[in-house]
T-cell receptor, first 114, second 114 residues
Framework: DQQVKQNSPSLSVQEGRISILNCDYTNSMFDYFLWYKKYPAEGPTFLIS?????DKNEDGRFTVFLNKSAKHLSLHIVPSQPGDSAVYFCAARDRGSTLGRLYFGRGTQLTVWP | GAGVSQSPSNKVTEKGKDVELRCDPI?????LYWYRQSLGQGLEFLIYFQGNSAPDKSGLPSDRFSAERTGGSVSTLTIQRTQQEDSAVYLC????????????FGEGSRLTVL
């Protein structure tokens, strides 16, 4: 059972436009959410996170929004750049499970074209 | 190096053979995790080590899988009697102390079982 779902396997956006990556979750015990970015043949790298006590966190071009009532979060990238092309994973922590254990979605392949 | 180091980067083996995958975490990081990513899937938690505490093995898919961490540093993931469904990228990650925060991933070991 997939507790973290990324329903769009791919997204294609023109350079300069906004990229919006979506993530849904089912576990109401999730209290911390993270986004990771992965280039081919590399390990995932941390991008941005948000605690469940917040509804928005911003870091430069990246903003994560959390809607707890809908169990939905999204990552906005503005403006999108070709170097942003990668697989983006949404991840969540269950406060009732092992500290640090994260549940990951299947990822969304973002392609930013010039 | 400064990052998480994994070896081998690629391993091709025959069904029924045993394999060992190695992870060298970032120096000083007390928490170490193993995840795997099968084709088209998200990252699946396998096992978590934190300091001298008993590891959380709840993610190991069968008793053919085992892992150890010697001296609180290097970890080895062993898969006995490999099966074709074990084919995946095995990712190791470390973090300064577990809990909230980002994981630092290695580049992964790609295992192919023929």
């Amino acid at each position: 059972d997939q507790q973290v779902k990324q329903n769009s396997p791919s997204l294609s956006v023109q350079e300069g436009r906004i990229s919006i990556l979506n993530c849904d979750y089912t576990n109401s015990m999730f209290d911390y959410f993270l986004w990771y970015k992965k280039y081919p043949a590399e390990g995932p790298t941390f991008l941005i996170s948000i605690s469940s006590i917040k509804d928005k966190n911003e870091d430069g071009r990246f903003t994560v929004f959390l809607n707890k009532s809908a169990k939905h979060l999204s990552l906005h990238i503005v403006p999108s750049q070709p170097g942003d092309s990668a697989v983006y994973f949404c991840a969540a922590r269950d406060r009732g499970s092992t500290l640090g254990r994260l549940y990951f979605g299947r990822g969304t392949q973002l392609t930013v074209w010039p | 190096g400064a990052g998480v180091s994994q070896s081998p980067s690629n391993k091709v083996t025959e069904k029924g053979k045993d394999v060992e995958l190695r992870c060298d975490p970032i120096s000083g990081h007390t928490a170490l995790y193993w995840y795997r990513q099968s084709l088209g899937q998200g990252l699946e938690f396998l096992i978590y080590f934190q300091g001298n505490s008993a590891p959380d093995k709840s993610g190991l898919p069968s008793d053919r899988f085992s892992a150890e961490r010697t001296g609180g540093s290097v970890s080895t993931l062993t898969i006995q009697r490999t099966q074709q469904e074990d084919s995946a990228v095995y990712l190791c990650a470390s973090s300064p102390q577990g809990g909230v925060g980002e994981l630092f991933f290695g580049e992964g070991s790609r295992l192919t079982v023929l």
